[in-house]
């Protein structure tokens, strides 16, 4: 090999190995950046899992029967994660609004929705069914 070719290849050499840095980067930016469907929110899942947690130790009868809806917003709050803001409403069997104040954790601005139905059926002697309409949202 003559002594004048080896800058031509050095050159080459420099080339290609920009061009796999490059072509690595192209490749790896796109795998990095795929929306990943596994960290979404079964928001109806959690506001089910959450009234019937709430119902088991008795947090909804007491709060529901004392007509104490701070109470009952402070549990629901305490209940679920952080991200996920909700809008409580509890109807009778008529189907007639029962709190006399909003059931909220803040601002409701989600795209992301959802509206879990509840049926509570009292357990004192006089027999009353109330139904607890849970809208959720995820916090942006």
Do not use: C
């Amino acid at each position: 090999m003559k002594r004048g070719n080896s800058g031509q290849i050095r050159v080459i050499e420099a080339f290609l190995a920009v061009f796999i840095v490059f072509s690595a980067f192209t490749v790896t930016t796109n795998f990095a950046f795929s929306p990943n469907n596994s960290k979404r929110i079964d928001l109806t899942s959690i506001g089910l899992q959450t009234l019937m947690s709430l119902d088991s130790d008795g947090t909804l009868a007491k709060t529901i029967s004392q007509g104490n809806w701070t109470a009952l917003g402070n549990a629901l709050d305490l209940a679920l994660p952080n991200s996920v803001t909700f809008n409580a409403t509890i109807l009778d069997e008529n189907m007639t609004q029962v709190n006399t104040e909003p059931i909220t954790n803040g601002a409701f601005a989600s795209q992301e929705t959802s509206v879990v139905e509840y049926v509570y059926a009292s357990s004192s002697p006089i027999f009353k069914s109330y139904t607890i309409q849970l809208r959720l949202g995820v916090a942006e």
